[in-house]
C-alpha cells in the first residue's frame, strides 16, 4: 500500500528540514508525531454531524448526549492514537545484504518503554510496508522492512514512516526517520557459469593439506563448513559442534581473477565470479579473489564469503538507490 | 488477508452489535421486518461458518427493490420514523449480505449507531437509555475488532472500549450542558404511530374503564406554592362536542369565536411534565389563564391545543384560577353544537328528560333533580359495567344502571342536551397522587376521568360532574376509595404508609428528576445554569466561552489520565540491576545492540574484553535465571545486586 497518503514533495522535504538526520535510535517525541483523521474519521464525523442536526432538531436530549459520547470518544481516540507513538523508541536493528533482486531487509527494533502496549504499528518505506506489529509494555519488537533490488551496490533506506491507527482507525498518527541507512546488494550469481579455471599449480597462492579422502582429526566448527563434514556423534555426546578434517591428495586454492571471468560486460563477469564464491563456500572450500586494485588471500568460511562479495557489489559500484 | 476464524469473530461481533441496536425497534417495527433481518443476520453468519457464496449484484439489487416496495406497502410512505426505523434496518440487512472487507462492518455499526439515535426519537425514558448504553458500547467494541489491523495481541475489545467511554464521559457531559440549543427546529417534529394508553378525542361507554387500571404516569405536576383541593383538581383535556348516540367526539370542522373568559379567585401556579401522548392536547385546570403560547393555543372550548403530537417528554409552566365565569355569551351557531343530539337516538332518555324539566322550575334545578336521581335511584359506581346496546344512554338508564365517570357524564350531558340546554362533556383527568418525597402530584392514566359542562344564562360554561352525586369518594380519594369503600385500603396501595408504596413514590421520583434534569434541559436551563456560574444575561458568546473553558478541561483532564496510564514503569529490581551493568559497560565503550540477546552479548563482551569476561558472564547468568527461573528469586537477586555493584571495569 502506498504510504504517503501527501505525497507532496514539499511537506516532505519540510519535515526532513525540521528533524533532521536520525543516527542510532530515536525517541518519538511529540515534535515529531502527526495525526490527522483518516477516511473513516471523516465518516465518522459527518456521521456526527448527521445525528447533531437530528438531536437539535427534536430537541432530543438523550441523542444529543448519544452524539456527543461518540464525538468525545473520537476525541479520546486521537489521543490515544497519538500515545501509541510517542515515546516509542526506534533503533537500527540488523541488515542483511542480500543478492540484487532479492529483498534487502532492514531491521528496526520498536521499544516500548511505556506501561501500556502498543498495537499495529507499521513501518514502511516510500515503495513497501512491513506488517504490523504490536509491542507490550515495556517490551520490543522488530520490524523487517523490505527493500527490492535490482542491482549490485549500496541501498540507502532514507526515509522511514512509522504509522498506527490504532485504536479505532478514525485517525492516522505517524512518525518520519531518515536513518540514511544503508545495506550492501550484492551481485546477482550467475545461473550457470563454467567452472573456475584451474589454479596455477601448488605454487599459486598457497595450497592447504585438506582433502575430502582420509580422516585426519576434529576441529572447531566456523560457520559456512558443510554440514556432511560435521562430527554429529561428537555434537550428540559432548554438545560442541565439531568439523572432521580430511587429508588426502592436496587440491590445489583457487583465486578468483575478474581479468579471467569469461562474459560480455563487467556485471555479468561479476556475476560469474558471485557464483564461484557461492559455490566455493557452500563446499566449504577455501578460495581468494583478485580485482583490479585488490587481492583478498585465500581463506574458507563465511567471512571470506562476505568479504569477497562486498568487494564484487562495491567494484566501481553504480550509483546508490534511495529506498 | 485474515485467517477465517477472525473473520468469522468479527463478523459474529458486528452481527451481535446489530441485532442489539435493532432489539428497542422490535416493539414498533412491523414483524415481517423484525423477522426478515434477524433471518438475513443468522443467514450469514452459518455462510461464514460453512464457507457459503454470498449472493451477486443481481439478487441483492432484488432484494433491496423488494424490500423498499414492502415498506411502501406497510408504512404507506418511506419518509417518518417508522419508515425510517424499517428502512434502516433492511438496510442494514442487505449490507450484511455483502459484507466482506472491513469498510462493510464500519457501515454497519454506523447503521447501528443511527439506530440507537432512532430508538431515543421513539422514547427517552431510563429504560430506553438502560438499553441504548450496552448497545454503544457493544458498536464501539465491534468498531476497534474490526480496525485492528495486526493479527498480534491486541487488548480486549469490550473492556478497553469501557475505558475509553469512561474518559469520553467529562467531555461529553461539558458539551451536553453548555453546547448551544436551538429555538424551534430545522425542519417538522416526527412522526410516528404509536400505541400510547390514554384519553383521546373520542369517547365511548366503556372506554375510560380501561385506563382506570392503568397505574401509567400521564403527567407529574410541581405546584408553586399552594395546592388546590382535591374536589377542585379537575384537568381537562379533551372537550367532546358530538355525540352519535354511543360515541362522544370531539369534532374537527367547526370553528367558532373565542368566548370571553372572566378569571377570579386566587391563582394556582405549577409546571406539569407531561409523558408523551400522541394527542395534541395540554391538560391544566380550570380555568387556566396563563401557558405557554409558542407551545399551544386556546380553542373555542378551552382546551390547550399544541400543533403537533406530543411524541416525546413534554414541560410546561401554566397558571390557572378557580373562580371564572367563561363564556357568558353563546352564539346561535354554537347553542346549535351544544344541543346536537342524534336524531331518533335514545329516544326514552329524551322523553324523560322533557318530564323532568317541564317539573323544574329552572335549568339548574333540574340538573339538580337530575343528579337527585343518580344519588337516590338504583344507580352503582363499578369498573366492570356490562356492555351497552346501540342506543347507550336508554340502555344505561333505563336497564344496566351500572357504570363509571363515563357512563354517568354521557347520560347526564344527553339529558341536558334534550332538555335544550347546551352542555357537552370534558375528558381530562381528576385528583393525583401527592409524591411527598418529590414533592409533586402524580396523574395517572388511572385518575382519567369525565364530567359534564353545561351552559347556564348566568355563570356561562359550569362544571358538573354527575359521578359525584354517584360516588362522592370517587372525587375526593380516588377510583379505589370509590369502587372497595373507604376503610379498605387504608393501609393499603393508596393508604400511603406501605414500604411497597414508599418504594413506588421513590421511583417515581428518580423518572421525575430524569424528566427535569435530563430529558428537559434546555435552553431556559442553561441560562440558569450560566447564571450560576455569574453570568448576568448570558448570550450566546458567554456559552461558547464556558463551553471552551470546559472543553479544556476536560481535555487536560483526558491528557492527563492518558499520561498517567502510559508512564514508564519502574523496571523490577533484576532488571534494574541489569541495566546498571549495562551502563557501566556502555561507559568504557562495549554497546549492547538492540537485537543482542544477553547471552549473545556476554560472548561479545569476552572476546572484546577478555579481562571482564568472568564477572559479565556470571551477572549475565544471574539475571537470566532471575527472568527465567525465579524459583532461587531472593538470594539469586542480593548475589546479582552485589556483583553488579562490585563490577566497575
Known sequence: ?323 | MLEPRESFRRLAWTTAALVAALLPHMLHLRIWVTALVLAVCAWRLLAEQRGWRLPGAFVRVLVALAATAGVIASYTTITGLDAGTALLALMAALKLLETRVPRDHVVLIFIGWFLCLAAFLYAQDMLTVAFVVPTVWLLAAALLRVARRGQGFGPAPFRTTGAMLLKALPMALVLFLFFPRIAGSFWGAPSHERALTGLTDEMSPGDISDLTLDDTVAFRVRFNGALPPPSQRYWRGPVLNEFDGYTWSRGESQFFPMPRIQLSGRPFDYTVTLEPTGQRMLFALDMVGRWPAAMAEQSWDFQLRTRYPVNSVLQYEARSFPGYVAGAQLSMALRHLELQLPPGRNPRTIDLSKRMRAAAGSDLEFARSVLAMFRDQEFYYTLTPPGLARDSVDDFLFNTRQGFCGHYASAFTTMMRAAGIPARVVGGYQGGDWNPIGGYLILRQSHAHAWSEVWLADSGWTRIDPTAAVAPERIERGPEAALFGGDLLQGGLAGGSGLLWQAGMIWDNVNARWNDWVVQFNRLQQQELLRAFGFGDPDWQDLALVLGIGLGIALALLSGWLAWEFRPRRPDAATASYRRFLRRLERRGVDRAPYEAPRDFAARVHRLRPDLAAPATAITELYLRLRYMPAHGPRDLVLLQALVRRFDP
Not at chain 1, 465518516?43 to 452524539?67: H, K, P, R
Not at chain 1, 541501498?155 to 545495506?183: K, M, N, S
Not at chain 1, 554440514?227 to 586454492?253: C, D, M, N, Q
Open chain 1, 1 to 323: 500500500m502506498r504510504l504517503t497518503r501527501i505525497p507532496s514533495r514539499w511537506v516532505q522535504s519540510w519535515i526532513r528540514r525540521r528533524q533532521g538526520p536520525d543516527r542510532g535510535s530515536v525517541t518519538l517525541r511529540r515534535g515529531r508525531i502527526y495525526i490527522l483523521p483518516t477516511g473513516l474519521g471523516c465518516a465518522f464525523g459527518v456521521m456526527l454531524f448527521g445525528m447533531l442536526l437530528g438531536s437539535l432538531n427534536y430537541a432530543n436530549n438523550l441523542g444529543l448526549i448519544l452524539t456527543f459520547l461518540l464525538a468525545s470518544l473520537a476525541l479520546v481516540t486521537m489521543q490515544a492514537c497519538h500515545r501509541n507513538l510517542e515515546t516509542l523508541i526506534a533503533s537500527e536493528a540488523g541488515t542483511e545484504p542480500p543478492f540484487a533482486g532479492q529483498d534487502a531487509v532492514f531491521q528496526i527494533a520498536l521499544a516500548n518503554p511505556g506501561g501500556v502496549a502498543r498495537c499495529d504499528l507499521e513501518a514502511a518505506t516510500v515503495a513497501m510496508s512491513a506488517d504490523p506489529v504490536s509491542v507490550a509494555a515495556g517490551g520490543e519488537a522488530t520490524v523487517d522492512l523490505r527493500v527490492a533490488t535490482q542491482r549490485r551496490g549500496w541501498v540507502t533506506l532514507d526515509r522511514v514512516e512509522i504509522t498506527t491507527r490504532f485504536p479505532y482507525g478514525l485517525f492516522r498518527a505517524w512518525a518520519v526517520l531518515h536513518p540514511g541507512r544503508r545495506c550492501l546488494v550484492y551481485p546477482r550469481p550467475a545461473d550457470s557459469a563454467p567452472p573456475p579455471p584451474p589454479a596455477p599449480g601448488s605454487g599459486g597462492a598457497g595450497t592447504t593439506r585438506r582433502g575430502d579422502d582420509d580422516f585426519a582429526g576434529l576441529k572447531d566448527y566456523h560457520p559456512g563448513e558443510p554440514p556432511r563434514h560435521i562430527a554429529w556423534k561428537a555434537y550428540a555426546k559432548g554438545g560442541e559442534l565439531l568439523v572432521k578434517e580430511f587429508s588426502g591428495a592436496a587440491e590445489p586454492v583457487p583465486v578468483f581473477d575478474l581479468d579471467q571471468a569469461p562474459g560480455a560486460d563487467l556485471e555479468s563477469r561479476l556475476s560469474v565470479m558471485a557464483r564461484w564464491i557461492v559455490d566455493a563456500a557452500g563446499r566449504g572450500q577455501a578460495f581468494g579473489l583478485r580485482l583490479p586494485g585488490l587481492e583478498i588471500p585465500p581463506q574458507p568460511g563465511m567471512q571470506q564469503r562476505r568479504r569477497c562479495l562486498a568487494a564484487l557489489a562495491e567494484y566501481h559500484a553504480p550509483v546508490p538507490v534511495d529506498a
